[in-house]
T-cell receptor, first 115, second 111 residues
């Protein structure tokens, strides 16, 4: 069966510090991968998605970046965090081809607080 | 991507009452998905609708896709405390079938 991992689970970082959040998927190959952010009590905003190694598409311009160094690894980074970067970061995956249902499967998320 | 408006933003019901959340779009949708997010948790897929007028049921949950494929609803009959959470509709589009989420309806069930 497929599983998706995210770490760390929670993170408190000072403004201006760097960030690296990691997401890995097991039990599937060639997945589509996604990063979302959810502000407290709000909806989900798509930040980045990837259809393959090294292929990153950005939905919202910001001080965050994403990378996909391996097929099942997706990393969210920042060189200098802003207060507004606080939120709940969710990684998700979906099957790339050949399924009638385009379900996305979410990881447990990382809660980031920037102080 | 396609945009969806979701209402209401919040809903408080007594246990045993029914609950409905609605998603609306100004354009024809290719599909619509529904997700549930428990407090402190991550979104979990409930269902996908793709056909005009489609109705699907999961126990006490009924999902509908409008005839014009511009709106959808999720109805819960006789709510229970386990139904507490935020319900999101979402539309997939693009090369990676990326999702655009509605703003969600936060359901509180009072015992």
């Amino acid at each position: 069966s497929q599983t998706i991992h995210q770490w760390p689970a929670t993170l408190v970082q000072p403004v201006g510090s760097p960030l690296s959040l990691e997401c890995t998927v097991e039990g599937t190959s060639n997945p589509n991968l996604y990063w979302y952010r959810q502000a407290a009590g709000r909806g989900l905003q798509l930040l980045f998605y990837s259809v393959g190694i090294g292929q990153i598409s950005s939905e919202v311009p910001q001080n965050l970046s994403a990378s996909r160094p391996q097929d099942r690894q997706f990393i969210l980074s920042s060189k200098k965090l802003l207060l507004s970067d606080s939120g709940f970061y969710l990684c998700a995956w979906s099957v790339r081809w050949g399924r009638a249902e385009e379900t996305q499967y979410f990881g447990p998320g990382t809660r980031l607080l920037v102080l | 991507g396609q945009q969806v408006m979701q209402i209401p933003q919040y809903q408080h019901v007594q246990e045993g009452e029914d609950f409905t959340t609605y998603c609306n779009s100004s354009t024809t949708l290719s599909n619509i998905q529904w997700y549930k997010q428990r407090p402190g948790g991550h979104p979990v897929f409930l269902i996908q609708l793709v056909k005009s007028g489609e109705v699907k049921k999961q126990k006490r949950l009924t999902f509908q896709f409008g005839e014009a494929k511009k709106n959808s609803s999720l109805h819960i009959t006789a709510t229970q405390t386990t139904d507490v959470g935020t319900y999101f509709c979402a539309v997939s589009s693009g090369s990676a079938r990326q999702l655009t989420f509605g703003s969600g309806t936060q359901l509180t069930v009072l015992p």
